[in-house]
Nanobody
Framework: QVQLVESGGGLVQPGGSLRLSCAVS????????MGWFRQAAGKEREFVAA???????YYSDSVKGRFAISRDNAKRTVYLQMNSLKPEDTAIYYC?????????????????WGQGTQVTVSS
């Protein structure tokens, strides 16, 4: 059974940092693109960051320069380092796996999803 297990969410003050992790099991990992998405209350799920299987990274404009996605194939884990956090970053964060040849920033093109982890940025 495919499992994506997110961890690392929590409450952090504005300007603070948080690192999310997503451990993947039950499917190919090293050849998959991995993405992070988030969904705030009352809003649609939106793209945050993605990492190609070759290591190239992509970010939404709202997080570029503040967030960094990385992967460790040996640990079958993808990370999202979040710095300079803002209240607007408050959302449930989801990791997702995409086995396609072409990396996508569209949620529907991802095959498997984690359960989500809550990130709350508040003073």
């Amino acid at each position: 059974q495919v499992q994506l297990v997110e961890s690392g969410g929590g409450l952090v003050q504005p300007g603070g940092s948080l690192r999310l992790s997503c451990a993947v099991s039950g499917r190919t990992f090293s050849t998959c693109h991995m993405g992070w998405f988030r969904q705030a209350a009352g809003k649609e799920r939106e793209f945050v960051a993605a990492i190609h299987r070759n290591g190239n990274t992509y970010y939404s404009d709202s997080v570029k320069g503040r967030f960094a996605i990385s992967r460790d194939n040996a640990k079958r884990t993808v990370y999202l380092q979040m710095n300079s956090l803002k209240p607007e970053d408050t959302a449930i964060y989801y990791c997702a796996a995409d086995g396609s040849f072409i990396l996508s920033v569209t949620p529907r093109n991802y095959d498997d999803w984690g359960q989500g982890t809550q990130v709350t940025v508040s003073s």
